[in-house]
């Protein structure tokens, strides 16, 4: 699938790069992170993530991809991305289709229209869903495909003007937090980083480590963000503990910290962050 769906892009779409393929959700997630791709390609039905769970992660970041599915579900699950933010291809892949949604794309990535809303996304997926994989499950049969693409004209920006953003509320200050048996209140001076795993958010401190149970996204909103940089999708560190980076041998942006070993990659969406440093 992956290299029919691969092949057939290049002869519709000559001048697009692929930059990755992935077999499963989280090696999808982790690619897209990596490669920051301007369109995505993403098998409804693969094993670990399914493709609307991963749709549904991007949907959340600050830079969000363009998501085509390819899906072999008929017509009862078209008539929902006819009016959506997304695409959709259906399996075997149509040549005449797939001409039509690289038009699409081609038009949304040189056009100055902002993205499209998130909560029009995520209504979509929650539709889905529950239409096409009951509980939100990967089906079992199968192997999906999710392909990252690149293409050298990046959306303009402009579009329309925006509306007057809303009152900001103060940053965090202090974090509840789990520490072992105990339940701690954390300055917020004390973090060193944050790190997403799965259903909980570590505390990185000089200490040690605590877990909370907001979820990165939301932690993000609430914190300054002069003072905390997200670096990937699943890291936030605090500015003051930042050292440098260095480039490892794979060719990805490495934050060194200050007094610690470990070493944070940097995804390319956040590469900018470090272009003076």
Same mark, same amino acid.
């Given at each position: 699938? &992956?290299?029919?769906?691969?092949?057939? $892009?290049?002869?519709?779409?000559?001048? &697009?790069?692929?930059?990755?393929?992935?077999?499963?959700? *989280?090696?999808? +997630?982790?690619?897209?992170?990596?490669?920051?791709?301007?369109?995505?390609? *993403?098998?409804?039905?693969?094993?670990?993530?399914?493709?609307?769970?991963?749709?549904? /992660?991007?949907?959340?970041?600050?830079?969000?991809?363009?998501?085509?599915?390819?899906?072999?579900?008929?017509?009862?699950?078209?008539?929902?991305?006819?009016?959506?933010? @997304?695409?959709? +291809?259906?399996?075997?892949?149509?040549?005449?289709?797939?001409?039509?949604?690289?038009?699409?794309?081609?038009?949304?990535?040189?056009?100055?229209?902002? !993205?499209?809303?998130?909560?029009?996304? /995520?209504?979509? &997926?929650?539709?889905?869903?529950?239409?096409? &994989?009951?509980?939100? !499950?990967?089906?079992?049969?199968?192997?999906?495909?999710?392909?990252?693409?690149? @293409?050298?004209?990046? !959306?303009?920006?402009?579009?329309?003007?925006?509306?007057?953003?809303?009152?900001?509320?103060?940053?965090?200050?202090?974090?509840?937090?789990?520490?072992?048996?105990?339940?701690? $209140?954390?300055?917020?001076?004390?973090?060193?980083?944050?790190?997403?795993?799965?259903?909980?958010?570590? @505390?990185? +401190?000089?200490?040690?480590?605590? +877990?909370? /149970?907001?979820? *990165?996204?939301? $932690?993000?909103?609430? *914190?300054?963000?002069?003072?905390?940089?997200?670096?990937?999708?699943? @890291?936030?560190?605090? !500015?003051?503990?930042?050292?440098?980076?260095?480039?490892?041998?794979?060719?990805?942006?490495?934050?060194?910290?200050?007094?610690?070993?470990?070493?944070?990659?940097?995804?390319?969406?956040?590469?900018?962050?470090?272009?003076?440093?």
């Amino acid at each position: 699938m &992956l290299d029919y769906l691969a092949s057939q $892009l290049a002869g519709v779409w000559p001048e &697009l790069k692929v930059v990755a393929k992935a077999a499963n959700g *989280l090696d999808a +997630l982790r690619l897209i992170d990596e490669e920051a791709p301007d369109v995505v390609f *993403l098998d409804i039905s693969m094993p670990g993530l399914s493709g609307l769970d991963v749709a549904a /992660r991007l949907a959340a970041g600050a830079r969000p991809p363009r998501v085509v599915f390819v899906t072999a579900h008929d017509q009862y699950a078209v008539d929902a991305f006819e009016h959506a933010a @997304v695409d959709y +291809l259906l399996k075997p892949v149509n040549l005449e289709r797939l001409g039509k949604t690289v038009a699409k794309l081609k038009a949304t990535l040189g056009a100055p229209a902002a !993205a499209p809303a998130i909560d029009v996304v /995520r209504a979509l &997926l929650a539709q889905l869903s529950a239409q096409l &994989l009951p509980g939100g !499950a990967a089906g079992a049969a199968g192997v999906g495909a999710g392909v990252g693409m690149s @293409v050298g004209a990046a !959306a303009a920006a402009g579009g329309t003007q925006p509306s007057a953003p809303a009152p900001v509320a103060a940053p965090l200050q202090w974090i509840r937090a789990a520490h072992g048996e105990e339940t701690r $209140l954390i300055p917020i001076e004390e973090v060193i980083y944050f790190q997403s795993n799965d259903k909980y958010t570590s @505390v990185f +401190l000089a200490g040690g480590e605590s +877990l909370i /149970r907001t979820p *990165l996204r939301q $932690l993000r909103e609430q *914190l300054d963000e002069t003072n905390f940089w997200q670096i990937h999708r699943s @890291v936030i560190v605090a !500015a003051r503990h930042v050292a440098g980076t260095k480039t490892d041998f794979r060719g990805r942006l490495m934050v060194q910290l200050k007094g610690r070993p470990e070493q944070l990659v940097v995804s390319r969406n956040y590469v900018d962050l470090f272009r003076q440093m």
